[in-house]
T-cell receptor, first 114, second 112 residues
């Protein structure tokens, strides 16, 4: 069964350092999402791509976060510099067409900022 | 933007009993309402969804009801089993390429 791949699964870093997360969506899925999930809360959308274009990044803290999906396939989310409040699970999801259908989530990347 | 509220935050039931989780949404233009189950250490997984043109949908032991007038929808799990223990999230979207907004989650514990 096809899955959304994410790496690393766990990342511990010190504040002010740079960190990057990678996501490979299910083959053929045009829409890719990055969500942030703080412990005990629901996922919050950071950025949504349709192919290589950004559809929604209204909640992305652009002073420190960046995301790209250069060839419309895999994607990278970067944080620089990391802050203590960035500690969270970063979830990547993909969907076939983005038209209000099922989101397929990866297992996430757990970030701890010390 | 859309705001989704979910209750209760925790729910404990005896095995075999029913569980009900309720959500309200603020955007009257929302027309797609999925429910996701998240097990420990995993990403959320869709378990059932409903669109605004129907009021109820059922899939084996799971059912979802939608009241568009009141802007609330509910998840019903009957004959609960220990493997139903997880965190459940409701969500809402306007459809198309509009974002999916999640509720805060309900931790369900089924006691054997």
């Amino acid at each position: 069964e096809a899955e959304v791949a994410q790496s690393p699964r766990y990342k511990i870093t010190e504040k002010s350092q740079a960190v990057a997360f990678w996501c490979d969506p299910i083959s053929g899925h045009a829409t890719l999402y990055w969500y942030r999930q703080i412990l005990g809360q629901g996922p919050e959308l950071l950025v949504q791509f349709q192919d290589e274009s950004v559809v929604d990044d209204s909640q992305l803290p652009k002073d420190r976060f960046s995301a790209e999906r250069l060839k419309g396939v895999d994607s990278t989310l970067k944080i620089q510099p990391a802050e203590l409040g960035d500690s969270a699970m970063y979830l990547c999801a993909s969907s076939f067409a983005g038209d209000a259908g099922e989101l397929f989530f990866g297992e996430g990347s757990r970030l701890t900022v010390l | 933007g859309e705001n989704v509220e979910q209750h209760p935050s925790t729910l404990s039931v005896q095995e075999g009993d029913s569980a009900v989780i309720k959500c309200t949404y603020s955007d009257s233009a929302s027309n797609y309402f999925p429910w996701y189950k998240q097990e420990l250490g995993k990403g959320p997984q869709l378990i059932i969804d409903i669109r605004s043109n129907v009021g109820e949908k059922k899939d084996q032991r799971i059912a979802v009801t939608l009241n568009k007038t009141a802007k609330h929808f509910s998840l019903h799990i009957t004959e609960t089993q220990p493997e139903d223990s997880a965190v459940y999230f409701c969500a809402a979207s306007r459809g198309g390429y509009q974002k999916v907004t999640f509720g805060t989650g309900t931790k369900l514990q089924v006691i054997p």
